[in-house]
């Protein structure tokens, strides 16, 4: 028979905690931290040139080829403040993946600048707020606590709307 003693309990407790924990990748858009659930992130490259696309909304910056993909930028900047993200020096394409219509799509998002990824356990994590925040409340995840400070969970399958994956599918598909 198995017996778990006081300190062996405490270590099981440990482990469930540090499994709950979640990692999120934080980074800058107007000012503001922001952050989307690591699992969410494929990667991150370097702001390079992005192809314009005629026709296209403000929020979609443009296309780039990732590999031989054609993958559709959102200008994070745009998308929350209504002002284009300047690029520079940090400026940053986040690679998500996004699914829609039981299809998987790769989406780049823009961001001034990526910070570092943060560790934030379920009861680090307060509701999103009905007001205050920069963006669309129901863009919010949540509040994650980080020390002193929130930081805006984001809810990636929200701001990347099912508009604009019905534009990513045009643009891919005239290519």
């Known amino acids: 028979m198995y017996h778990l003693t006081k300190g062996g309990a405490a270590q099981a407790a440990a482990a469930t905690a540090i499994a709950e924990i979640q990692q999120y990748l ?95 356990s379920p009861e680090n994590v307060e509701p999103a707020p009905a007001f205050g925040a920069a963006v669309r409340a129901d863009f919010i995840r949540g509040m994650g606590r980080v020390d002193d400070r929130f930081v805006i969970l984001l809810e990636v399958k929200r701001v990347l709307s099912m508009e604009e994956l019905a534009q990513v599918k045009t643009l891919a598909a005239s290519h």
């Open 26 to 120: 934080s980074f800058v858009v107007g000012g503001e931290i922001y952050a989307l659930g690591i699992l969410d992130v494929k990667e991150i490259i370097e702001y390079a040139s992005v192809t314009r696309v005629p026709m296209m909304p403000a929020t979609i910056r443009g296309i780039i080829n990732l590999r031989g993909k054609v993958v559709p930028v959102i200008d994070l900047g745009v998308r929350f403040t209504g002002t284009p993200t300047e690029p520079s020096r940090r400026t940053c394409i986040v690679i998500v993946e996004v699914e829609s219509d039981d299809a998987r799509h790769d989406m780049g998002v823009m961001v001034e600048a990526v910070n570092e990824v943060l560790d934030i």
